[in-house]
């Protein structure tokens, strides 16, 4: 709504040409600052990260594996093309705040996970984790191509993760403990799966990562 009543448009072309040369006005600082909070909400970055344990462990396997890949993904991709986009001035204006989003929520998001007894609870961490880096990307001018590269080795290890969870429910055994004895193929795919996330080489995530 701000945003519309700064500029008189929902178009994004529009939207990206209203301040070429001139100083924007606060409705368009207010509304391009509440878009940014919103996005951050959405992808579960810190400070607005809070929900995002709760529900991963709360709500069914595949709706938590449904909103880690999916929903963050739509969500990452739509927050780069509008602050790359229209409100590339707000990102710009305000890269020292963007840099401590990054490391408060990758040192926050890492540090808690280690405490977690719950499998759900810690991939909610690392999806919090996962957050941080693509916020590293939108500060470091990344390339959209890289982005959906990143989303795409993070949704695979992590579909193949809340697929192994979802496996051992069905089969009623008690978490991953002794998982290997009991379906070896299981075991290895969730390992790569979070080697993958951890960013160890050669697998996807680190070259996601590196780049």
Do not use: C
Request: aromatic letters at 16%; zero cysteines.
């Amino acid at each position: 709504a701000f945003i519309y009543g700064a500029t008189g448009s929902f178009d994004l072309a529009t939207i990206a040409s209203f301040y070429q040369g001139a100083e924007p006005v606060l409705l368009f600082n207010l509304g391009s600052l509440f878009i940014f909070i919103g996005f951050l909400f959405k992808i579960s970055a810190a400070p607005f990260h809070i929900w995002t344990p709760d529900v991963y462990q709360g709500a069914p396997t595949w709706i938590t594996a449904y909103m880690s890949t999916i929903v963050k993904g739509a969500a990452v991709v739509a927050l780069f093309k509008l602050f790359e986009g229209p409100f590339a001035a707000f990102t710009q204006a305000h890269q020292s705040t963007f840099v401590i989003l990054v490391i408060g929520t990758l040192i926050l998001s890492n540090t808690a996970a280690l405490l977690q007894k719950d499998t759900k609870r810690m991939l909610a961490y690392s999806s919090i984790s996962h957050a941080g880096f693509l916020l590293a990307m939108l500060i470091g001018n990344a390339s959209l191509q890289l982005v959906l590269f990143y989303i795409l080795s993070y949704s695979v290890a992590s579909l193949i993760a809340f697929g192994v969870l979802k496996e051992v429910e069905i089969t009623g055994e008690e978490g991953i403990k002794g998982l290997y004895r009991r379906n070896p193929v299981l075991a290895v795919a969730f390992t790569f799966a979070l080697l993958s996330m951890a960013g160890i080489p050669p697998l996807g995530g680190f070259i996601a990562k590196y780049f």
